[in-house]
C-alpha cells in the first residue's frame, strides 16, 4: 500500500498514458481522437518530470542555501517534447478542418462511407 | 574548414534553406533552390562516407560540447551509406519534381511543398546521423511531421485521410519511443548513445531496462511499418503526391530499419538482445510480414497500392536479416535497405509518370499504357525484376546475402519465405506487366504520349543503377561490411 | 584476334546485333541483312573457336567480380562448345527461315521478335560458355527473359495465358529450387566453379546429396522434368521459328546442358554413383520419358504433339546425365546436337505447313504431301532420326545412352528405351505417311497449295540433309562429347 501511495506520480501517469490511449483509439470523432493523443503525450511529460525529481532537491537555480537540485535535463527535454506535441496538434487540427472542407463531417464512420461509396 | 563540419552541414543546410524556400516566389525559384540544396547534400554525403572509410568513425561534437554532456554526431559507416541514401534519392527526386509536382499540386502550394520536401529530408539525415538519442527523437518528429504534411498535399481527398491515419500512428510511435528513452535515461542517466552502451551492463538486469527496450522497440516498429504495425502505409503510399511516395518509400522505412540496427547493435548489445525474445520477434514477423504481404500485394487495384504492400514486405526481409543477428544478416539488411531504395524508386517513378499523363494509378486505369509509353515501361520492367531478385540486378543481391544468412542457421522456414516471396513478386510484378502491355487501351487514352524527359531522366538512372549494383557491389556490400565491422560484430 | 578477344565477340556480337536491328526498324531489308549478317558471322566465329579449342588452346574471360569469390567467367570446355557450336549454326539457318516465315506469315512486331531473338542467342551462347555456375546462372535467367516476348509474341490472351505459364514456371524453379541449390553449393564449398570430377565430392553426406541434386535437377526448369515440364506445350503459342529455335534448341537444350555441366563439373559423377545421388530422380527421368510420349500420341495439333516429343527427348539427356557413367555423359551430349538438328528440322516443316497450306491439326494434313514433297519428305527424315534409325544422326546419342543403360546394368531403363523408340514411331511416323499416302477429304484438291517461301524451304533441307550428314560424320560432337566425359 505505501508502495502505491509514494509512487503516486507514476499512478497518475499510468492513468493518463491508458486514458489517452483508450481515447485515440475508441472515439469515432476526428478532434476527440486528438484530445486522447494530447493527453497520451501529457502523461509521457509528467513521467520526465517525474524521473527528474530528487528527493528534497529544490529547482535548479542557483541559490544560497540550497545543496540539492532537482536534475535540470528533463525538464529542458520535455520543453522540446511539448514543442513537438503542440506542432503535432497543430498539424493535426490543420488536416482536421481539410478533411471537414472535404467531406463535411469529422466522424470516422461518415467519411469511410463516403470513400467506399466511390 | 568544411571538412570538419560536413556531417553537421548535412544537417543545417536543409534546414536553414526551408524558410528560404518557404517565401520564394514564382513557378520554379523554389524547385530550383531545392535542386540545388540537394545536390549539395549528396555531395556532401559521399564526401562524408568516403572520410568515414578511409579514416575511421567520425565524431562531431555540437556547439563544441563534450558528449556525453552536448549532442555528438558520430558517423560511422553503416550511418554514413544511410545518408548517401536520403540524399542521392532526394537529388534524383529533386530534377523529377519539375514537372510532377507542377502537374499535380496547386500553384500556390509549391513553395510550401518544397519546403515542407527540405524539412524532411533534414529529419531523415538528422536521424541518420546524431549519436544522441533523445536528439534522434527530435529528427524523427520533424522527418514525421514534415511528410504528414507532403502527404495530405495529394490529389484525392483520401490524402487527407491518410495523412491523418498515418499521424495518430506516427505520434502513438513517436511516444512509445519517447517513453523508452525517459526510463532508460532514469537508469543511467545519459542519453549519449556510445555513453549508453557502456553504461547499461551495470543496470542491464533490471526490468526497467527491459520495459524501456519493449517500448522503444515497439515505437519504431510502427515508424517502419513492420508487420502487423504497417497499416498506415498503403493509404499513405497510394494518396500522397507521386513525389512524395517516391521519396519516402526509398528512404522513409529504410531510416527506421536503421534506427532499430542502431538499437540492437550499438545502445543495446547484441548479448541483451539475445537474451530477449527481440530476435524471435523479428524472425517470426518478418516471415508472416513477408507472405502476407506479398499475396496482399497480389490482389490490389492500384498500382501505388500494389507497390506499397510490396513494401511492407520488403521491410520484412530487412527485418528478417536484422533477426539473424549474425554477419551475413546484417549485411543483407543493410544491402537491402540500399537496393530496395533504388528498386522502389525506380518502380515509384515509373508508375508517377504514368500518372503525371493519365492522373491515375488504378489498374483499370493503366491498361495498354505499356504501349504507348515504352521508356516509362522499361524502367518499370527493370525495377520490377530488381524486385523479383532475378540475376543482374541489385536485387538478386540482396536474396543471395539473405538466403546465406538464413541457410548458415539451418532456419529453412525463413528461407522458405525469402524464395517464396520472390515468387509472389513474380506474380505481383507481372500483373503490372499484363495490366501494361496486353490488354488495349481505352479508346479515350488512345492519345497517351510517352513522358517528358524530365520524367524519364531520373527514371531511367535509378532503374540502370538497379542494373549495375547487381554487377558492382563494392559500394553495397562492400560498405555494408565495413560497417558491421565499425559495429563491433565480429 | 586473342582467344578471350574471340570470346567476347562471341557473346557481344547477337548483342551488337540486337542494337543494329532496333535502330533499323524502319528498313526491313536493311534489319533482315542484319540478322543475317550477324548469325553468319556468329557461325564462323563458333568454328574459329572450335578450331583453335581443338588444337589444345585454353579460351576464358573474366569480367568483373560481383561478390568476392564470385565473379562473372566464361572458359570454354567441351560441353560447352557443343552446345555453342549447335546453337551458333542453328541460328544462321532459322535466320534465314525466319525470314521466309515472318514475311510470309504477315507477322507484326517483326523488329521486336529479331531483336529479342538476338539477345536470346546472346545469352545462350553465355550460358554455353559459362565458367562458374553463377555466370550460368545468369545467363540462364536472361534467356528466360529474353524470350518471354517472343512467347507472346501473338499479343493474344493466350499468348498471355501461355506467357503466364512459361514465366511462371521458369522463373518459379530457378528462383524456388535452383538458386537454393546454388547458394547452398556455395556455402558448403566455397566456390561455383566447375571442375572436372565436382567440387561437391566428400563434402556432403549421401542424403544431403541427394536432396541437393533433386533441387537442382527439378529447379533446372528449363530441362522439363516432370512435373515442370508443363511451360513447353504452353510456350508453342509462339511462331513457329521461335519454337523450332529455341523451344527445339536454346532453351531447352539450355537446360539439359546445365544439368550435364552440373552433374559432370559440380557433382562428379563418381560422386554421384558413389552417394547413389541420382538413383531416386532417374525414375522422374524415365517417367518423362514415357508419359511425355504417350500424352503426344493424343495431341493432334501438330506443334503441340512435337512439343510433348521434345519433353521426352529432353529426358534422355537428364537420364544419360544421371546414369553417372561416362557413355551415359557422352550420349547425352551427343543427344544434344542429334535431337537439335531433327527437332528443329520437324519445327522448320511444320511451321512451312502452316504458312503455305494454314493447317495445324494433324488430322487435316491428308493428301497434302503431293502439294509439298520437299517439306514433308524433310518432316521424314526429321522422324526417323529421332526415332535413331540408322543412316540418320539420331541414332549414335541413343546407341551411347542404350551402352550407358547396359554398362550400369539398368535393365528397366533399357527397356524404357526400347518402347519410347517405339512409341516415337506411333507418333511421329503417321504425320508424313498420312500426308504423302492418305487421300485428301472429299471434295477438296490441293492444286492451290504450294511449297513454302524459298527462304524457308532451303533452311529446311539444310537441317534435313545434317540428319543424314550426322550419321557418317559425328566427329566433331562426338569428340567433344567424349572429351567432356573423360575431362581432358
Known amino acids: 500500500m505505501e508502495l502505491i501511495l509514494s509512487h503516486y506520480n507514476y499512478w497518475i501517469v499510468i492513468f493518463l498514458m491508458m486514458a489517452g490511449f483508450y481515447t485515440v483509439i475508441s472515439r469515432g470523432n476526428l478532434v476527440k481522437k486528438i484530445v486522447g493523443l494530447n493527453i497520451f503525450q501529457v502523461s509521457v511529460f509528467l513521467l520526465y518530470i517525474s524521473i527528474g525529481n530528487v528527493e528534497g532537491g529544490t529547482a535548479p537555480i542557483v541559490i544560497e542555501g540550497a545543496e540539492k537540485y532537482s536534475n535540470p535535463l528533463p525538464h529542458v527535454l520535455i520543453l522540446t517534447a511539448i514543442v513537438v506535441g503542440i506542432a503535432t496538434t497543430a498539424l493535426a487540427l490543420a488536416l482536421v478542418v481539410r478533411i471537414r472542407e472535404a467531406y463535411g463531417t469529422i466522424e470516422e464512420e461518415e467519411i469511410h462511407e463516403q470513400d467506399q461509396s466511390l | 574548414m568544411i571538412d570538419q563540419h560536413v556531417s553537421l552541414l548535412l544537417v543545417v543546410i536543409p534546414l536553414l534553406a526551408a524558410p528560404f524556400v518557404a517565401v520564394l516566389p514564382g513557378r520554379h525559384l523554389a524547385w530550383l533552390a531545392t535542386q540545388i540544396i540537394t545536390a549539395i547534400c549528396f555531395a556532401l554525403a559521399i564526401y562524408q562516407l568516403l572520410q568515414v572509410l578511409q579514416g575511421g568513425i567520425i565524431s562531431y561534437e555540437l556547439g563544441g560540447w563534450a558528449p556525453p554532456w552536448g549532442i555528438e554526431y558520430r558517423i560511422d559507416a553503416a550511418n554514413a551509406l544511410l545518408a548517401v541514401i536520403i540524399a542521392g534519392i532526394a537529388a534524383i527526386t529533386a530534377p523529377y519534381s519539375l514537372a510532377s509536382v507542377q502537374r499535380e499540386i496547386p500553384q500556390h502550394q509549391h513553395s510550401l511543398f518544397y519546403a515542407s520536401f527540405l524539412l524532411c529530408i533534414t529529419g531523415l539525415l538528422g536521424i541518420s546521423l546524431t549519436g544522441d538519442i533523445f536528439n534522434l527523437f527530435v529528427f524523427l518528429e520533424i522527418s514525421s511531421l514534415s511528410s504528414y504534411a507532403l502527404i495530405s498535399m495529394g490529389k484525392q481527398r483520401q490524402a487527407l485521410t491518410a495523412a491523418y491515419q498515418y499521424l495518430i500512428m506516427g505520434t502513438i510511435g513517436a511516444t512509445f519511443f519517447l517513453i523508452g528513452v525517459g526510463l532508460l535515461y532514469a537508469q543511467t542517466g545519459t542519453l549519449n548513445m556510445a555513453d549508453l552502451a557502456a553504461r547499461l551492463p551495470e543496470v542491464i538486469q533490471l526490468r526497467t531496462v527491459h520495459t524501456a527496450f519493449g517500448f522503444i522497440l515497439v515505437g519504431v516498429a510502427l515508424k517502419l511499418a513492420l508487420f502487423p504495425l504497417h497499416l498506415w502505409l498503403p493509404n499513405a503510399y497510394t494518396f500522397a503526391p507521386s513525389v512524395v511516395t517516391i521519396f519516402l518509400a526509398a528512404t522513409a522505412t529504410k531510416v527506421a530499419v536503421y534506427v532499430m540496427l542502431r538499437l540492437n547493435l550499438t545502445i543495446f548489445s547484441s548479448d541483451f538482445v539475445l537474451k530477449t525474445p527481440a530476435n524471435e520477434i523479428f524472425l517470426t514477423l518478418g516471415i508472416i510480414g513477408i507472405i502476407v504481404a506479398s499475396a496482399t500485394a497480389i490482389i490490389q487495384k492500384d498500382a501505388k497500392r500494389l507497390l506499397a504492400y510490396s513494401s511492407v514486405a520488403q521491410i520484412g526481409y530487412m527485418i528478417i536479416g536484422l533477426g539473424f543477428a549474425s554477419i551475413a544478416g546484417l549485411t543483407a539488411t543493410l544491402v537491402h535497405i540500399f537496393n530496395h531504395a533504388i528498386m522502389k524508386a525506380a518502380l515509384f517513378m515509373a508508375i508517377g509518370a504514368i500518372f503525371y499523363r493519365i492522373g491515375s494509378s488504378r489498374l483499370d486505369d493503366l491498361t495498354g499504357l505499356g504501349r504507348q509509353m515504352p521508356w516509362t515501361f522499361g524502367a518499370l520492367i527493370i525495377g520490377g525484376l530488381s524486385l523479383i531478385g532475378v540475376p543482374g540486378t541489385a536485387g538478386f543481391i540482396s536474396k543471395w546475402y539473405l538466403v546465406i544468412a538464413a541457410l548458415e542457421q539451418d532456419n529453412w522456414l525463413a528461407t522458405i519465405a525469402i524464395l517464396g516471396g520472390s515468387l509472389l513478386a513474380v506474380i505481383y510484378v507481372w500483373k503490372l506487366v499484363e495490366v501494361l502491355y496486353f490488354k488495349v487501351a481505352t479508346s479515350e487514352r488512345q492519345d497517351v504520349r510517352e513522358a517528358p524527359l524530365l520524367l524519364l531522366v531520373p527514371t531511367w538512372v535509378i532503374a540502370l543503377s538497379n542494373i549495375y549494383f547487381g554487377f558492382d557491389t563494392t559500394w553495397t556490400v562492400g560498405v555494408a561490411q565495413t560497417a558491421i565491422k565499425m559495429l563491433g560484430m565480429s | ?488
Open chain 3, 1 to 488: 584476334m586473342s582467344n578471350s578477344e574471340l570470346l567476347l565477340l562471341a557473346l557481344t556480337l547477337p548483342l551488337a546485333g540486337a542494337i543494329g536491328i532496333v535502330l533499323t526498324d524502319r528498313w526491313p531489308n536493311i534489319r533482315e541483312t542484319i540478322t543475317l549478317v550477324c548469325a553468319a558471322t556468329l557461325g564462323l566465329l563458333v568454328i574459329t573457336i572450335v578450331q583453335r579449342f581443338q588444337a589444345g588452346e585454353s579460351i576464358a574471360l573474366s569480367l568483373l567480380e560481383v561478390v568476392p569469390g564470385l565473379a562473372i567467367r566464361f572458359e570454354i570446355e567441351p560441353l560447352g562448345m557443343l552446345f555453342a557450336l549447335v546453337a551458333g549454326l542453328l541460328w544462321f539457318v532459322t535466320s534465314v527461315y525466319a525470314i521466309g516465315y515472318m514475311r510470309g506469315h504477315h507477322e507484326v512486331n517483326q523488329t521486336r521478335f529479331y531483336a529479342a531473338f538476338a539477345i536470346a542467342i546472346s545469352s545462350t551462347m553465355g550460358a554455353a560458355f559459362a565458367g562458374n555456375l553463377f555466370t550460368l546462372f545468369l545467363c540462364y535467367e536472361i534467356l528466360t527473359l529474353s524470350t518471354y516476348p517472343l512467347v507472346t509474341h501473338a499479343d493474344t490472351p493466350e499468348a498471355k495465358r501461355g506467357g503466364r505459364v512459361y514465366l511462371g514456371i521458369l522463373l518459379g524453379t530457378s528462383i524456388g529450387l535452383q538458386l537454393l541449390a546454388i547458394i547452398a553449393t556455395w556455402m558448403i564449398t566455397g566456390t561455383l566453379d566447375f571442375r572436372h570430377g565436382g567440387i561437391l565430392a566428400g563434402k556432403v553426406d549421401p542424403m544431403w546429396s541427394a536432396v541437393l541434386l533433386a533441387l537442382f535437377v527439378f529447379g533446372v526448369g528449363k530441362a522439363a522434368v516432370m512435373p515442370f515440364h508443363r511451360w513447353l506445350p504452353a510456350a508453342m503459342v509462339a511462331p513457329t521459328p521461335v519454337s523450332a529455335l529455341l523451344h527445339a534448341v536454346a532453351v531447352v537444350k539450355a537446360g539439359v546442358f546445365t544439368i550435364l555441366k552440373i552433374v559432370v563439373y559440380i557433382f562428379g559423377i563418381d560422386f554421384i554413383t558413389q552417394s547413389n545421388a541420382a538413383d531416386w530422380l532417374i525414375w522422374f527421368a524415365a517417367g518423362t520419358i514415357l508419359i511425355a510420349s504417350l500424352v503426344a500420341m493424343t495431341k493432334d495439333n501438330l506443334k503441340a504433339r512435337l512439343a510433348y516429343s521434345t519433353v521426352s527427348q529432353l529426358s534422355y539427356i537428364v537420364l544419360g546425365a544421371l546414369l553417372a557413367s561416362q557413355l551415359g555423359i557422352i550420349g547425352g551430349a551427343m543427344h544434344i546436337a542429334m535431337h537439335a538438328f531433327a527437332k528443329i528440322t520437324l519445327f522448320f516443316a511444320a511451321g512451312a505447313i502452316l504458312v503455305a497450306a494454314h493447317k495445324t491439326e494433324i488430322s487435316q494434313l491428308d493428301g497434302l504431301g503431293r502439294a509439298m514433297p520437299i517439306t514433308f519428305g524433310a518432316f521424314l527424315i526429321g522422324s526417323l532420326s529421332i526415332i535413331g534409325m540408322p543412316l540418320f544422326g539420331g541414332m549414335w546419342s541413343k546407341w551411347y545412352l542404350a551402352m550407358a543403360t547396359v554398362e550400369t546394368q539398368h535393365w528397366v531403363l533399357l527397356g524404357v528405351l526400347i518402347i519410347s523408340t517405339l512409341l516415337n514411331i506411333a507418333y511421329l511416323l503417321p504425320i508424313p505417311l498420312r500426308a504423302f499416302f492418305a487421300k485428301p477429304p472429299e471434295g477438296k484438291t490441293y492444286n492451290k497449295i504450294k511449297e513454302a517461301p524459298v527462304a524457308s524451304l532451303i533452311a529446311i533441307v539444310i537441317t534435313a540433309t545434317a540428319c543424314l550428314v550426322l550419321f557418317f560424320y559425328p566427329d566433331p560432337f562426338y569428340q567433344l562429347a567424349v572429351a567432356a566425359a573423360k575431362g581432358n
